[in-house]
T-cell receptor
Framework: EDQVTQSPEALRLQEGESSSLNCSYTVSGLRGLFWYRQDPGKGPEFLFTLYSAGEEKEKERLKATLTKKESFLHITAPKPEDSATYLC???????????FGGGTRLMVKP | EAQVTQNPRYLITVTGKKLTVTCSQNMNHEYMSWYRQDPGLGLRQIYYSMNVEVTDKGDVPEGYKVSRKEKRNFPLILESPSPNQTSLYFCACGGVFGTEAFFGQGTRLTVV
């Protein structure tokens, strides 16, 4: 059974204070690892897909990396508008659906 | 504009009264799915559909039904809602085999 664990559950940062969010996963065969952003009262919004260990992707202040057991979402010099819940999910070769982690709620104070 | 539309956005109902949450997409995706989101439990898949007339159970299908008679529509049916089905529900299209999924705005359901 696929498992996805995100840490920390909540993270409070000052504006400009860089940090990382962790996503640990267990799958039989990783087809893709996804990062989504979710704002309160809205549906998740796609950020990145990573397919193989060593892969990295960047978008503005966000950078996602992937190893064989975990993924990190690095946030460089965050701004208050980066405040949201960040969700990690995996798609297993053996299955037909996404499995999500519990999410990390990020709060960036000005 | 590419979108996934859910209706209603908010619903309060009583135990046992059948209800349907509609979901429609205009992106021509074959794969559609339903999730529920609960505090501390994250997003959990209820049902998914690989194509018209092809549906299958996700992780938490008990108490739910779905149908896929057209490519664009994927309604979620609660035949006899119970209070433990109070949750935030999301419909999504795409996301199959490692591709991007697009989510609707969500439906907040309260069963009293």
């Amino acid at each position: 059974e696929d498992q996805v664990t995100q840490s920390p559950e909540a993270l409070r940062l000052q504006e400009g204070e860089s940090s990382s969010l962790n996503c640990s996963y267990t799958v039989s065969g990783l087809r893709g690892l996804f990062w989504y952003r979710q704002d309160p009262g809205k549906g998740p919004e796609f950020l990145f897909t990573l397919y193989s260990a060593g892969e990295e992707k960047e978008k503005e202040r966000l950078k996602a990396t992937l190893t064989k057991k975990e993924s990190f979402l690095h946030i460089t010099a965050p701004k208050p508008e980066d405040s949201a819940t960040y969700l990690c999910a995996v798609w297993d070769y053996a299955g037909n659906m996404l499995t999500f982690g519990g999410g990390t709620r990020l709060m960036v104070k000005p | 504009e590419a979108q996934v539309t859910q209706n209603p956005r908010y619903l309060i109902t009583v135990t046992g009264k059948k209800l349907t949450v509609t979901c429609s997409q205009n992106m021509n995706h074959e794969y559609m799915s339903w999730y529920r989101q609960d505090p501390g439990l994250g997003l959990r898949q209820i049902y998914y559909s690989m194509n018209v007339e092809v549906t299958d159970k996700g992780d938490v299908p008990e108490g739910y039904k779905v149908s896929r008679k057209e490519k664009r529509n994927f309604p979620l049916i609660l035949e006899s809602p119970s209070p433990n089905q109070t949750s935030l529900y999301f419909c999504a299209c795409g996301g199959v085999f490692g591709t991007e999924a697009f989510f609707g705005q969500g439906t907040r359901l309260t069963v009293v």
